[in-house]
């Protein structure tokens, strides 16, 4: 949720976070309304309950031939008092429901916009020239023999796969890189659960323009996670943290991914950049919301770090407002150069999430005062399946082998080059 006192004293700025993100202005101005009529809801039944209270000191302290009369007035005060609190009960559902459906605030800079309106904040590396006709991923993959598309679609349907010999090692590798680098900047490694339950989801905020994304199981009221970020927000759901300034919380979360892919018919549909189940290891941290953009740009340079190391021309965007989802209030993608498309796709993902999460999921650290207060999240991909594609497009040779990334090859026994099997 957003913060109700920005949303009382400061109305304005969440009008222009909606403006940036394309969305409903209107709905500030409901959330104000019902923000007031909760408070004033809690205020009239505030004051028949102490007048009940009073009232009640009465009644006992009364003669007896007076209390018959007496005990009526208090009964017929006692309704008021019920029928006051369910206009409690009733206004806070209402103001729940209206501030629930505003997403996070967007941090200033943000660019304003949809999908194409990102900044760009830096290009690095050098894009991959070839002096032969280079194969996409799918062809390397089947020349290889470490994807099998056909035997995944006739197993599960489209967009599903197989990682075959080196194919499912080179996978391991890369998130056992990751992981490796993870653990030594201070992550501790979690294998999280992937079903969840729905308020986890709702609080991370994939439940509301990202639902139809979701694979959900109705039998058991579970939800597969399409990111090990949910498992790690719920984490500490309903818990008081231990943060001061300089402290934080940090998992690197490894764990088998599912989306559903909803509206990406024709997108994609050759290959694995864009498939129903994937592997992904997360990175997740809890800090000070006065330390959460340095926090962010501390997880894009564990990113980059990667990304050169693996040889990759990238660059580095600036999520426009409108592409952010529910829960970012910035977010940078990097996107990694894929030779035979002519472009640059995402790989990674690193969102500054301030404290929207962890209000939804009661997470708190105590103040200074000795009062709690939410505490940001932030998240980001540090290894994907995805990789695999900007690997074996960027590194192939003319003979449609691939040399394998230096960084990568203890990880498959010395390995440098992948030939046809």
């Known amino acids: 949720m957003i913060d109700p006192q920005l949303l009382r004293d400061h109305p304005d700025v969440i009008k222009a976070s909606q403006e940036a993100r394309g969305a409903s202005v209107d709905v500030v101005d409901d959330a104000v309304a019902a ?12 004051s028949l309950r102490a007048e009940q209270n009073a009232f009640g000191k009465t009644v006992a302290k009364a003669p007896k031939d007076e209390k018959a009369a007496l005990v009526q007035q208090a009964q017929a005060l006692a309704a008021k008092v019920k029928e006051a609190q369910a206009t409690v009960t009733a206004a806070e559902e209402t103001f729940d429901r209206v501030v629930r459906s505003i997403p996070n605030v967007v941090l200033p ?10 900044v760009t904040l830096r290009t690095v590396g050098t894009k991959p ?9 799918a062809d ?14 006739k197993v599960s349907g489209s967009r599903f796969y197989f990682l075959r010999g080196l194919g499912a090692r080179l996978e391991i590798a890369l998130m056992s890189l990751g992981l490796d680098r993870a653990v030594a900047a201070g992550f501790e490694p979690l294998i999280t659960p992937t079903l969840v339950r729905p308020e986890t989801m709702a609080g991370t ?54 989306r559903r892919e909803a509206g990406s018919a024709g997108k994609d549909n050759r290959g694995i950049l864009r498939v129903h189940q994937f592997n992904k290891l ?12 340095a926090e962010h740009e501390k997880l894009v340079g564990y990113q980059e770090s990667m990304l050169q190391d693996l040889g ?18 910035r977010k940078f993608d990097i996107e990694a150069w894929v030779p035979t498309q002519g472009t640059f796709r995402e790989l990674t993902s690193t969102s500054n999430c301030t404290t929207f999460q962890a209000r939804r999921l009661d ?57 046809p099997r």
């Open 205 to 258: 905020g994939f439940l509301g323009e990202h639902a139809a994304e979701v694979y959900r199981l109705e039998a058991d009221d579970l939800y597969l996670t399409g990111t090990s970020e949910v498992a790690l927000a719920g984490f500490h759901a309903d818990e008081i943290l231990s943060i001061e300034p300089g402290q934080a919380h940090r998992y690197a979360g490894w764990s088998t991914c599912y």
């Open 282 to 293: 997360e990175m997740f941290s809890y800090v000070h919301p006065d330390e959460a953009e």
């Open 129 to 137: 020239e070839f002096a032969f006709e280079p194969k996409d991923h």
């Open 363 to 419: 997470i708190r650290y105590r103040t200074e005062s000795g009062k709690t207060a939410p505490v940001a999240t932030l998240n980001g991909t540090l290894a994907t399946t995805r990789w695999i594609v900007a690997i074996l497009e960027t590194h192939q040779q003319a003979d449609g082998s691939v040399v394998v990334p230096e960084v990568l090859r203890p990880y498959l026994g010395g390995v440098e080059v992948i030939e």
């Open 312 to 329: 990759l021309h990238y660059r580095v965007i600036d999520v426009a407002g409108g592409d952010l989802g529910t829960s970012a209030a």
């Open 35 to 46: 923000d007031a009529a909760r408070r004033s809801a809690i205020t009239a039944f505030e």
């Open 109 to 118: 800079g943000v660019p304003k916009g949809g999908e194409d309106d990102f």
């Open 140 to 153: 390397l993959g089947e020349h290889l023999g470490i994807i099998d598309i056909p035997r995944g679609v």
